[in-house]
């Protein structure tokens, strides 16, 4: 069985959430800014503005939705609009269920595993970078987990398909399509030969076209590309459910979460409805076509930006694998005091949260839904202005 060692599970988390951001950086409300940070994740301002109308008394009731009983029918109205409009945004075929669940990414880590592992007690999982390397870790509390390849040479590669180790009775396989930290991407759907899929889209969902039916179960913590903090959604096949542990909780199982349409206790309630203003927005922008339109039209600005430097901006992840929705950049092959310098002459100019994860350093661009081309061209030039202002540092 192939292993994939780094730093343990619990102390890449406690990494994981060291603040990259002080509170005192934060520019005033009152002057423009653009968020191009990895998760939470930039919010479109029309829904902003939308959830700020209706914030104090939601459709007129004189109450905030905030205060809004999860069993009232106006809930139940956000909670199936919600669903339906992510159904036909992705064209989720009538044999699968979508779940909202409380826990975000870490939780749906722990859920697949109680609800996916009983059949065989094994699972196989693709590890080529650091949230897929945390949810193997946390798959390993309920079961024996197959790394179906070993840990990569270097950052960014993901090993030959026909090079993978891949158990016929494994209960499922997981990999995570776009990896946050690293910046890395799979360029195809992995191909289990029946074995059920999952996979994470948490950053890369909504951002291109899918095929559903390719996957058994597809998660996502809708922080990133799809809302706020404190939802994550379940798109499950049918013949998936049923099969949860005993010691699975209540509100993780997908069963139960399905048989009660997702209220079997207080949803997020407030998370939900943002999730679906934010549906509604990439309705009316053009849905999904557009979206990857979009995303293929600012990664590939970026990245020529980046290989048009003559190394003064890199990206090691090889271009097969890079990502379209975050970017890491290093200034100099990681002069930190460039980079640092790059990061402050950028918040003067209004640009936020552009720090790498702590785990690798650096400089992250995240180019999700919500950042606009315009936004984008705004950091273009400021890349190039830097550039030719500190080209002759060091």
């Given amino acids: 069985m192939h292993e994939w060692k780094m730093e343990d599970g619990a102390a890449a988390c406690r990494k994981l959430f060291l603040p990259s951001i002080a509170c ?18 930039k919010i479109p301002n029309e829904v902003l503005r939308a959830a700020q109308e209706e914030f104090l008394s939601y459709q007129n009731m004189g109450f905030s939705v905030t205060e809004l009983s999860h069993r009232s029918q106006a809930y139940a109205e956000i909670n199936g609009n919600a669903e339906s409009n992510l159904r036909k945004l992705l064209n989720v075929p009538v044999n699968y269920n979508i779940l909202f669940v409380h826990g975000g990414g870490q939780g749906l880590f722990s859920a697949v595993a109680m609800n996916l592992l009983k059949p065989t007690g094994t699972a196989d999982y693709a590890v080529a970078g650091i949230w897929s390397h945390i949810a193997a870790t946390e798959a390993k509390k309920y079961g024996t987990i197959n790394y179906v390849f070993p840990k990569p040479s270097s950052s960014g590669i993901i090993p030959d398909e026909a090079s993978w180790s891949l158990n016929p009775d494994a209960s499922y396989v997981y990999y995570c399509d776009n990896e946050t930290i690293q910046g890395i991407e799979y360029p195809f759907v992995p191909d289990t030969k029946g074995v059920p899929l999952v996979v994470d889209m948490s950053s890369s969902i909504m951002t291109k076209k899918i095929d559903v039916s390719r996957f058994g179960v597809i998660i996502a913590a809708v922080q990133k590309n799809l809302g706020t903090a404190g939802l994550g959604i379940v798109i499950i096949r049918e013949d998936l459910l049923g099969r949860a542990m005993d010691i699975c909780p209540s509100i993780l199982n997908f069963e139960l979460l399905s048989n009660y349409a997702s209220i ?17 927005w990439v309705k009316s922008h053009g849905g999904l076509e557009a979206m990857e339109e979009q995303s293929k039209r600012k990664s590939e600005l970026l990245y020529t930006t980046i290989d048009g430097s003559s190394g003064f901006y890199q990206n090691s992840v090889p271009v097969r694998n890079r990502s379209k929705t975050n970017v890491p950049i290093r200034i100099k092959n990681g002069d930190e005091g460039l980079e640092e310098e790059f990061l402050r002459e950028a918040e003067e100019k209004g640009m936020y949260q552009l720090k790498g994860h702590s785990l690798v350093g650096g400089i992250r661009v995240s180019l999700y839904n919500a950042v606009s081309y315009e936004d984008l061209l705004i950091l273009i030039d400021f890349m190039k202005e830097f550039l030719k202002n500190h080209s002759e540092t060091g």
């Fill in 24 to 41: 005192g950086q934060i520019m005033s409300s009152k002057q423009p800014a653009i968020n191009f940070g990895a998760g939470p994740g």
């Fill in 264 to 280: 079997l206790n207080t949803p997020p309630v407030f998370a939900v409805y943002l999730f679906g203003k934010v549906l509604e």
